[in-house]
């Protein structure tokens, strides 16, 4: 069982990365809408632009999901289910949470939502 001072510790570190991600967001948004008023003189205009808002899109998509489970993250910790896995209802390793601290399954369970997954 975590002690309330590693609790605290994951519960600081998640509420940090949460903040750095809403800032990262709020920047790629302003570059996309920066990219779609530039001036295009040609195909290759076009292409890297393309290129461009396709990586951003893909680094928002990605860092909205992690985004999302750090606050299923923080509200377990409320609800003092933090660092319990959701399928098997068993403690997540803290080596695991010190890696990924809003981990939602222990690595048994993960390996099989990935499986299901693919």
Same mark, same amino acid.
């Not at 695991?96 to 222990?106: E, G, Q, W």
């Given at each position: ?19 750095? %991600? ?9 570059? %996309? ?19 461009e ?27 003092n ?10 403690? %997540? ?26």
């Amino acid at each position: 069982m975590l002690t309330t001072t590693e609790i605290n510790s994951f519960k600081e570190a998640l509420e940090k990365r949460k903040a750095h %991600i809403e800032q990262n967001l709020g920047k790629v948004t302003i570059d %996309i809408n920066g990219l779609r008023r530039n001036e295009l003189k040609d195909e290759g205009d076009h292409a890297a632009m393309s290129l461009e808002v396709a990586v951003e899109n893909a680094i928002s998509e990605q860092q909205s999901k992690e985004l999302a489970d750090i606050e299923l993250a923080l509200d377990k910790i409320k609800e003092n289910l933090y660092g319990i896995c959701e399928m098997c209802e068993e403690e %997540i390793n803290i080596e695991r949470l010190k890696v990924k601290n809003f981990a939602r399954y222990c690595i048994t369970c993960r390996e099989v939502v990935e499986k299901e997954q693919n």
